[in-house]
Nanobody, 119 residues
Framework: QVQLVESGGGLVQAGGSLRLSCAASGNIRRLNAMDWYRQAPGKQRELVEGITNTGTTNYQDSVKGRFTISRDNAKNTIYLQMNSLKPEDTAVYYC?????????????WGQGTQVTVSS
């Protein structure tokens, strides 16, 4: 069993910052690629930023220069540092990980954390 627990969401004014965290626990053998997604009301879930197990990152253009993903393998945790937040960043943010357990490899989702940016 693997569980992902997110934290760090909240309400912030435009131009402010938030840091999201997502910690994995359970029968983990290896962490592989990890991502942050978001879903705004009435919209499809979209990839925000991802990081491979070698540290290569990819991101959507709307967050370039503002958001930074990082990972701490020792803590089984990924982070999303969000700066210069805009109202259009308002969404539920989900972490997503590809994890190898003792039995198999699969992908897992966090429960989601609300980020609200006021203008």
């Amino acid at each position: 069993q693997v569980q992902l627990v997110e934290s760090g969401g909240g309400l912030v004014q435009a131009g402010g910052s938030l840091r999201l965290s997502c910690a994995a626990s359970g029968n983990i053998r290896r962490l592989n690629a990890m991502d942050w997604y978001r879903q705004a009301p009435g919209k499809q879930r979209e990839l925000v930023e991802g990081i491979t197990n070698t540290g290569t990152t990819n991101y959507q253009d709307s967050v370039k220069g503002r958001f930074t993903i990082s990972r701490d393998n020792a803590k089984n945790t990924i982070y999303l540092q969000m700066n210069s937040l805009k109202p259009e960043d308002t969404a539920v943010y989900y972490c997503h990980m590809w994890i190898t357990t003792m039995a198999s490899m699969g992908h897992y989702w966090g429960q989601g954390t609300q980020v609200t940016v006021s203008s």
